[in-house]
T-cell receptor
Framework: DTAVSQTPKYLVTQMGNDKSIKCEQN?????MYWYKQDSKKFLKIMFS???????INETVPNRFSPKSPDKAHLNLHINSLELGDSAVYFC?????????????FGDGTRLSIL | RKEVEQDPGPFNVPEGATVAFNCTYSNSASQSFFWYRQDCRKEPKLLMSVYSSGNEDGRFTAQLNRASQYISLLIRDSKLSDSATYLC????????????FGAGTILRVKS
């Protein structure tokens, strides 16, 4: 049973296109996250949602729009893709009530912009 | 100054060696601490939480020094399978409990 699942695993597309990445968790967690890991391997938080509400929005271009239809899902839509968007995007979830609880990550979506 | 700093390495060690990584954090209000492991092209996975009194899990020992604001990870009897990037992670209620990741320390264990 996959705890945090992301689709697609690989995404290759052209500059200027619009694409979405989906994430679902079956752990009953309240909080979900999107991270970006670029070629330098630094893992950086983009967004965090708690019970469908946005609680963290780091400095991310507004071409990136997260959407949480319910607390088990957090999707990421990206408009007008740019070369610099090429990276691995990880979804994660955690039980927000307990700050000493770790996050569980999805397998990642490898986005390549041509 | 970065919120979480780690020596990027790589640390190249022979099998059976003991290796230690340190990590420093800038926010004195940080509350929870973790070590994650990330294999090449894979997702980060929790290795262990770090408790104030220090904790051990098999060959892995984690220590926390709040006064000096650093965390350490000691790996004894290194195995080839320990080769990975080790990420130091810190949370703070002040920042909405978000996890802040260090850039990672690369470990390569060789036979």
């Amino acid at each position: 049973d996959t705890a945090v699942s992301q689709t697609p695993k690989y995404l290759v597309t052209q500059m200027g296109n619009d694409k979405s990445i989906k994430c679902e968790q079956n752990l009953g967690h309240d909080t979900m996250y999107w991270y970006k890991q670029d070629s330098k391997k630094f893992l950086k938080i983009m967004f965090s949602y708690n019970n469908k509400e946005l609680i963290i929005n780091e400095t991310v271009p507004n071409r990136f729009s997260p959407k949480s239809p319910d607390k088990a899902h957090l999707n990421l839509h990206i408009n007008s893709l740019e070369l610099g968007d090429s990276a691995v995007y990880f979804c994660a979830s955690r039980s927000q009530d307990h700050s000493n609880q770790p996050q569980h990550f999805g397998d990642g979506t490898r986005l390549s912009i041509l | 100054r970065k919120e979480v700093e780690q020596d990027p390495g790589p640390f190249n060690v022979p099998e059976g060696a003991t290796v230690a990584f340190n990590c420093t954090y800038s926010n004195s209000a940080s509350q929870s601490f973790f070590w994650y492991r990330q294999d090449c092209r894979k997702e980060p996975k929790l290795l262990m939480s770090v408790y104030s009194s220090g904790n051990e899990d098999g060959r892995f020992t984690a220590q926390l020094n709040r006064a000096s604001q650093y965390i350490s990870l000691l790996i004894r009897d290194s195995k080839l399978s320990d080769s990975a990037t080790y990420l130091c992670v810190v949370t703070s209620r002040e920042y909405g409990n978000k996890l802040v990741f260090g850039a990672g320390t690369i470990l390569r264990v060789k036979s």
